[in-house]
């Protein structure tokens, strides 16, 4: 039997949720690398929030992908072909591809990986782009000193989680917003945060409230809606906000209004929209910094992990529903880690 | 006849607009100044849209002024007496006092200036904290870089005059917002923007978006309202938002929601809220980097003038209605200069 290419391509584009229906399984011969490329076969591949993004047509930094593309997205992978002199069968490497069982990828858009580090999949999560953006938004823009009081929303999400352990190190009450008790356990118990509130709680001004007596220095925002609304009459003068998801709207056709910004004066606050591609150098440097920590088990992660390509468009609407528990991940191949 | 300290005192806090029934002239003989106090006659007394702010006992920067206490402000007085040696009568100095014919300060809460320089209103306004508050903003948070987009709200006004004048020497366009045609001509043909939208014509939105073809990477925000509703959505990528008023809802006692903050993310703006008392030490070196500006002509400015401290009230009131052009100044006393 000889062994295909399979990509799930869009088909239609979502008005609301997206799922199985707006995509379809395509199937191709393996493509031959021509020079400076290489062919992978996919071995992990990361489903992320920003996704729905691509879904659209409107434009926004995630550049729509066209009906009848394959769906884009970053993957790791084992070479098994290359004609490029850096690459040789055998290597695992991370990149921006698609969602499909092999790629087809220029050389210079390709990082190589240690076989013998941190598991696979955490190029994906903790030590890949949620990691980073963490990283970035919490050293760009949150500069947290310690002593202070940071909330972080979608706290046991792949972003959240590194971005409140990194508020720990830096010495700050740390307050998670996760949804539902099972997340709000691991987010206090596991990653070490001072309290974590349940979002579909009944009062979450007041639990809020009552975890920040002090009020709030730094919201890292990754989710938007009803916490938001709690979180910015709680901000203290000086504020950092940082504005890396609002994944509550991302469904939503029509947002709702936000606050009347008059706070940002009275209360001298700094919000600031992140975006990790903005930042690529910081990749590099975050693997270096983080992987150490990984190893050693002071950064912790949790991952959820879905297996088949043919389920990529699912565990999308899963994400995108907080209906993963940490970094959600497609095993599309087998992981030789 | 002998000389006496006349003060405008806070009878009671308005709910809206604020007016001369909100205030009650005290009569008091002059005081004596003690060791390290100089005794001032007050020659010009600024009026400020924040001042507002001063007379809710909402918490806010501005702190309430309380019933019965002599309303907060800056002016520009001449050493009348004085117990402390940095001082001599006949020396004319700045500081933040209050709307009263003379003041007792601590000397080093003054500044003294020059008699023979720019004149001495101006540094109440252009060379003043307005002045002040421009520069920081788009030093600390503007940063226009030469070919930007920059629009200016309250374009006439003392702030956004000096905001926007500072943009065109950075090699920015420059498009202003003002209320009226009068305002909107003195901007473009005195002040040298490019151009200048009347906020009250019937098509803001059609107005600002003929007016800013490659859209706006920097907005200087002093008025909110629809001013701000129009420009959000014509933000650039790492479009730049300097929060300094937002002078429409002053007088609102539930201000109306705001824009969804989703396009924080989507465009990774920053917007920052500034306040000049943060910087204090911008003062002098504005003072100093400006006032031959001043001097030569090259910094634009325009004052309204209204005569007697009892005036305060209603100056205050026409400036939140934005009934001034330019710097509003009382003249308390005898200029000097």
Not at 259 to 279: C, E, H, T, W, Y
């Amino acid at each position: 039997m000889t062994e295909m290419r399979r990509a799930l391509v869009l088909r239609r584009r979502p008005d609301g949720e997206p799922g199985p229906s707006h995509f379809e399984m395509t199937e191709h011969a393996l493509p031959v690398p021509a020079a400076g490329e290489v062919l992978t076969r996919t071995i992990w591949l990361s489903i992320d929030p920003y996704m729905r993004g691509r879904l659209s047509d409107r434009a926004s930094y995630a550049k729509p992908v066209q009906i009848g593309e394959v769906m884009t997205g970053e993957s790791i992978g084992e070479v098994i072909a290359s004609a490029a002199p850096a690459f040789a069968p055998g290597d695992i490497v991370l990149g921006s591809r698609g969602w499909e069982t092999h790629s087809l990828s220029p050389a210079q858009q390709l990082v190589k990986l240690e076989r013998h580090g941190p598991p696979l999949s955490t190029y994906l999560g903790v030590l890949g782009m949620p990691g980073v953006t963490a990283y970035t938004g919490m050293t760009d823009v949150g500069r947290v000193k310690a002593g202070e009081t940071v909330v972080i929303s979608a706290a046991s999400g792949p972003v959240g989680s590194v971005a409140g352990q990194l508020a720990k190190r830096a010495g700050a009450r740390v307050i998670g917003v996760a949804g539902g008790a099972e997340k709000c356990l691991w987010v206090q118990e596991t990653l070490g945060f001072d309290d974590c509130i349940d979002h579909r709680g009944m009062d979450l001004r007041g639990a809020l409230q009552a975890a920040c007596p002090q009020g709030i220095d730094v919201y890292f925002e990754n989710v938007g809606g009803g916490v938001q609304a709690a979180v910015i009459p709680m901000l203290n003068v000086f504020a950092r906000v940082i504005f890396c998801g609002m994944v509550a709207q991302y469904n939503v056709d029509r947002p709702p209004p936000g606050p009347n910004l008059g706070f940002m004066i009275a209360k001298r606050v700094l919000m600031q929209g992140i975006l990790v591609s903005d930042r690529p150098e910081r990749f590099a440097e975050w693997r270096k910094l983080a992987a150490p920590w990984v190893e050693d088990g002071t950064l912790r992660y949790r991952e959820t992990v879905v297996d088949g390509l043919e389920n990529a468009p699912d565990a999308l609407a899963q994400v995108l529903r907080g209906g993963n528990f940490g970094k959600m991940l497609v095993r599309v191949g087998h992981d030789p880690g």
